[in-house]
Nanobody
Framework: QVQLVESGGGLVQAGGSLRLSCAAS????????MGWYRRAPGKQRELVAV???????DYADSVKGRFTISRDIPKNTVYLQMNSLKPEDTAVYYC?????????WGQGTQVTVSS
């Protein structure tokens, strides 16, 4: 089994930045993908950003140009750099590990953006 440990959430003012980290308990080399999702109060969970095993990235339209997903393969860690944060980015952010039929979720980290 794979464990994911997320960190980096918190409270920030609008326009500020945060960096989320997701450390996996096994290698993230050659997996299908790792991604960040979020769930805002009263809304369904949505994809924020994903990075494939080959390094290709994709983003939700709402975060393009503001968020950047990256990875450090030797550290088995994926990051989400969030800049120009908006109150509507407030949510619990979850890391996801996807490899073949295995899909693992982190425990979530709260991001709150005040106006």
């Amino acid at each position: 089994q794979v464990q994911l440990v997320e960190s980096g959430g918190g409270l920030v003012q609008a326009g500020g930045s945060l960096r989320l980290s997701c450390a996996a308990s096994r290698s993230i080399f050659s997996i299908d993908s790792m991604g960040w999702y979020r769930r805002a109060p009263g809304k369904q969970r949505e994809l924020v950003a994903v990075i494939t095993g080959g390094g290709r990235t994709d983003y939700a339209d709402s975060v393009k140009g503001r968020f950047t997903i990256s990875r450090d393969i030797p550290k088995n860690t994926v990051y989400l750099q969030m800049n120009s944060l908006k109150p509507e980015d407030t949510a619990v952010y979850y890391c996801n590990f996807q490899w073949r039929l295995l899909s693992v979720w982190g425990q979530g980290t709260q991001v709150t953006v005040s106006s």
